[in-house]
């Protein structure tokens, strides 16, 4: 079965960074032929899409962001490591979430259309 792998997150202070990163675990499960996407959940809080990117492409967006992370946060793909990272700049209190990585065939910033889903790690920052 896929498994998806998230580590880096932490506490740190407002304006600080963190790097996030998603691995597989488990059987052969090559980024490349999926989109991969980032999202958070802060406690009584919805699942909030974060970025996600295609290499694959299949016809949509490469790359997205939400508004409230655009210009802080850059998601990047390491095929060689099979890897993908979230680079967060210039944290906010309310970035404060659970971070998940997930899987589907396309980028999109809705958590129902990802099938595979890490179990995700614990980002807290404070002002």
């Known amino acids: 079965d896929v498994q998806l792998v998230e580590s880096g997150g932490g506490f740190v202070q407002a304006g600080e960074s963190l790097r996030l990163s998603c691995t597989a675990a488990?059987?052969?499960?090559?980024?490349?032929?999926?989109?991969i996407g980032w999202f958070r959940q802060a406690p009584g809080k919805e699942r909030e899409g974060v970025s996600c990117?295609?290499?694959?492409?299949?016809?949509?967006?490469?790359?997205r962001y939400a508004d409230t992370v655009k210009g802080r946060f850059t998601i990047s793909i390491d095929n060689a490591k099979n890897q993908v990272f979230l680079q967060m700049n210039n944290l906010k209190p309310e970035d404060t979430a659970v971070y998940y990585c997930?899987?589907?065939?396309?980028?999109?910033?809705?958590?129902?259309?990802?099938?595979?889903w890490g179990q995700g790690t614990q980002v807290t920052v404070s002002s």
């Open positions: 997930a899987a589907a065939d396309f980028c999109l910033l809705s958590a129902n259309m990802y099938d595979y």
């Open positions: 488990g059987f052969a499960f090559n980024f490349r032929d999926y989109a």
């Open positions: 990117i295609s290499i694959r492409n299949a016809g949509g967006s490469p790359l």
